[in-house]
């Protein structure tokens, strides 16, 4: 069973940045596409960002685009989400997931039931 721990996340204010990062246990960080998540009180789980195993391939929520970027280092079994102009709906818990099985190298998921692991996630709150 993967083991995915987020942090980064914080209090920060409109316009400003915040980097998140998702360390991943184990050794098959590199077999699977990897997403960023997040749930506001009261609403859904939306997705936000995915990217492909090797990295090339990524895509974004239409709210976030321009402004955020997923990147992922397999070396380090990492994925990160650098989060720019920051806005006060940007406010939420933030997860990051693995998806439920081994992925083509350039494959990506958007929706949140290919994803069967997930971190504990992270509190990103951006004051007005």
């Known amino acids: 069973q993967v083991q995915l721990v987020e942090s980064g996340g914080g209090l920060v204010q409109a316009g400003g940045s915040l980097r998140l990062s998702c360390a991943a246990s184990g050794r098959t960080f590199t077999w699977h596409a990897m997403g960023w998540f997040r749930q506001a009180p009261g609403k859904e789980r939306d997705f936000v960002a995915a990217?492909?195993?090797?990295?090339?391939?990524?895509d974004y929520a239409d709210s976030v685009k321009g402004r955020f970027t997923i990147s992922r280092d397999n070396a380090k079994n990492t994925v990160y989400l650098q989060m720019s102009s920051l806005k006060p709906e940007d406010t939420a818990v933030y997860y990051c997931?693995?998806?439920?099985?081994?992925?083509?190298?350039?494959?990506?998921?958007?929706?949140?039931?290919?994803?069967?692991?997930w971190g504990q996630g992270t509190q990103v709150t951006v004051s007005s």
């Open positions: 997931a693995r998806t439920s099985q081994i992925t083509g190298w350039t494959q990506i998921f958007t929706t949140k039931n290919r994803y069967t692991d």
């Open positions: 990217i492909s195993r090797d990295a090339v391939s990524t």
